[in-house]
């Protein structure tokens, strides 16, 4: 019972971190932190995996993401890359592409081994290159904090540590509209804080759309 007190605080203190810190740059800067929202979007999808000694494990989640407008702050990629030309070539170069800092919420319904759920939060780091003005791929790497109901014979916890990468498509219908396809690797453990903990890795195909605000 500590050591799951422990983490949720730890957690909790790791996801308030960023963000009060996000917030009290933008403030610093123009406006408040709402000025620099870049994109809300949702998500669905399925993903499974299988298990050693269980059914295989499935899910179907339900993101809700937020994405802070990084290049506003001037702590996107193209940012650094610039700084980077300048310092070490001498040279100006301006790529393109936006960076977000990713806000992501999610619960998931598990059919399988048994019927359960999950509940999480991640923070990802975004970037996305405009191909066309209506194309926008996109990759993205972080990780979070999650709770399964589900007892896995391999996984002491039902709280357990996130990590996820992946990439997709962003179509734009509309200027301040898109719909979105992608694919997400995502690994759940507790970071052996009690064993087994042989982690599981989900497969996940997911797609969503999103409304840009900036």
Not at 22 to 47: C, F, M, P, Q, S
Not at 89 to 100: I, L, S
Not at 127 to 133: D, E, L, S
Request: aromatic share 16%; charged share 15%; with cysteine.
């Amino acid at each position: 019972m500590k050591n799951k007190l422990f983490i949720s605080l730890f957690f909790a203190l790791l996801v308030c971190g960023p963000a009060h810190a996000d917030d009290t740059t933008a403030d610093n800067n123009t406006g408040t932190w709402r000025d620099h929202v870049k994109e809300l979007g949702i998500l669905t999808g399925y993903g499974q995996t299988g298990l050693p000694t269980q059914k295989h494990y499935e899910v179907i989640p339900f993101y809700v993401n937020l994405g802070i407008d990084m290049d506003k702050l001037k702590l996107g990629y193209c940012d650094w890359v610039e700084k980077a030309s300048k310092a070490w070539f001498n040279k100006d170069f301006h790529p393109k592409g936006y960076t977000e800092f990713v806000i992501e919420p999610f619960a998931s319904y598990v059919p399988s081994p048994d019927t359960n759920a999950e509940f999480g939060l991640v923070l990802l780091s975004k970037f996305a290159y405009p191909v066309t003005p209506k194309i926008h791929p996109y990759i993205f790497g972080g990780g979070g904090v999650m709770y399964i109901t589900q007892h896995l014979h391999n996984q002491a916890t039902q709280y357990n540590f996130t990590p996820q990468i992946g990439g997709g498509l962003s179509y734009l219908i509309k200027d301040d509209f898109a719909i979105n396809c992608e694919y997400r690797w995502r690994h759940f453990s507790n970071a052996h804080i009690k064993e087994p903990n042989d982690g599981v890795n989900v497969n996940l195909i997911l797609v969503g759309v999103s409304w840009f605000f900036n």
